[in-house]
């Protein structure tokens, strides 16, 4: 059985009931109804997946609300809170991509610009050809999911990347790739002229007031940072690799992912290039099927279907090429669109959704990497129920 830790919360909202019904209720909900919405959707989640712990964040029209269930270690015990350190795998990618789009306004960098103009130890490479750009949307040309195991340290990178060939002409075709968007935010440090821990710590994280948020967790918070468990229950945590901080390396606590996706949902509250930053991030650069894909997030039409949900972020659209519709220029995402990104590691699964015209986001974090599917359905019934 999991446990929960029941949150203070107050909430008015027509809320549809997820257990049986089909109909909104247009009443004031009790901190009982709500805590049973969530409860209902995530018990069955954590039982089937044998997850020890999950935190859930959700914001609506400006007030938040945690729902904490399990254990942040078996170990020794201790509940999941708001705080809980997890590990969010990929959805490190939108901070990276922050990052890029950061730099573009300050005119550190275009995204045009090729990647060897940037960092010249690439010059005479595929990369004389390659921008930002496509770098950041992961149309460079196949580069792959993961660094080969023996390139896959920083000192290995730039010979990996010296002798790399594209498979598809450079624009072509969508290839997720943690080397692929994990070099443009590599290349948005050198443009800025700093390293990148560096600036995401001193920079782009308090500018976006997250205060406990990490690349690398500081000593005096590792108390905080929970235990990961792989699909045969072993304790694990991430390694370190080649652009680790950029594709895959960011620490954060549900509290302080809500304060994110906010930010990215009324960025109208940030100083003036960050707003210009997150804005381009939200653009559509170009459409797989129904999916648009933006700088770090992904985007479809709102009301997103469950299965339009699924099928953008199958295993299916991670790990196949596929070939893109170009937007030109590119279009701002509309206020209705459903944004998302899903992260893991080898112990740590996590989703981010939000939708600005419904002024609406939900964190889901967890200390297994349980498969993006039971994610998606999560979520999507969540907010569902919250909106509809």
Not at 327 to 348: E, H, I, M, R, V
């Amino acid at each position: 059985m999991f446990k929960i830790n029941r949150p203070r919360l107050a909430f008015c909202s027509a809320l549809t009931l997820l257990m049986g019904a089909s109909h909104c209720i247009a009443a004031t909900q009790s901190d009982a109804q709500l805590d049973a919405l969530v409860k209902a959707a995530i018990g069955p989640v954590m039982q089937q997946q044998n997850i020890p712990g999950v935190s859930i964040a959700i914001t609506q029209n400006g007030r938040q609300h945690y729902f904490n269930y399990g254990v942040a270690s078996k170990e020794d015990g201790k509940p999941v809170s708001k705080d809980t350190l997890f590990e969010i795998g990929s959805v490190s990618k939108t901070f990276a991509t922050t990052l890029v789009a950061y730099a573009q306004v300050s005119g550190k960098l275009s995204l045009s610009d090729r990647a060897s103009q940037i960092w010249p130890e690439l010059r005479g490479s595929a990369f004389d050809t390659i921008s930002v750009l496509q770098l950041s949307t992961y149309t460079a040309g196949g580069l792959p999911l993961q660094f080969p195991d023996e390139a896959d340290h920083p000192d290995k990178m730039l010979a990996y990347f010296q002798q790399w060939k594209p498979v598809y002409a450079p624009g072509t075709h969508r290839q997720y790739s943690n080397p692929s968007l994990g070099l443009s935010g590599y290349l948005a440090a050198k443009g800025m002229g700093q390293p990148y821990d560096q600036l995401m710590e001193k920079t782009l994280l308090p500018q976006l007031g997250l205060k406990h948020t990490f690349l690398n967790v500081p000593q005096d918070q590792m108390g905080l940072y929970a235990q990961g468990y792989s699909k045969d229950d072993k304790p694990v945590r991430v390694s370190p690799g080649a652009l680790d901080s950029q594709a895959y390396g960011v620490k954060t606590s549900a509290a302080d992912l809500l304060r994110y996706v906010e930010a990215n949902l009324k960025p109208a509250t940030l100083e003036k290039p960050l707003q210009q930053a997150i804005a381009l991030t939200h653009s559509g650069y170009y459409t797989v099927g129904e999916m648009t894909q933006g700088l770090g997030w992904e985007f479809y039409p709102y009301p997103a279907s469950l299965d339009t949900l699924l099928t953008g972020n199958s295993t299916e659209m991670a790990m196949q090429a596929h070939k893109v519709q170009w937007l030109n220029p590119p279009q701002p995402a509309p206020d209705t669109a459903w944004f998302n990104k899903t992260g893991s590691t080898g112990g740590f699964g996590a989703y981010v959704a939000f939708v600005p015209s419904k002024d609406i986001g939900i964190v889901i974090l967890a200390n297994k990497n349980y498969p993006n599917p039971e994610r998606i359905r999560l979520a999507h019934k969540i907010i569902s129920a919250l909106t509809e």
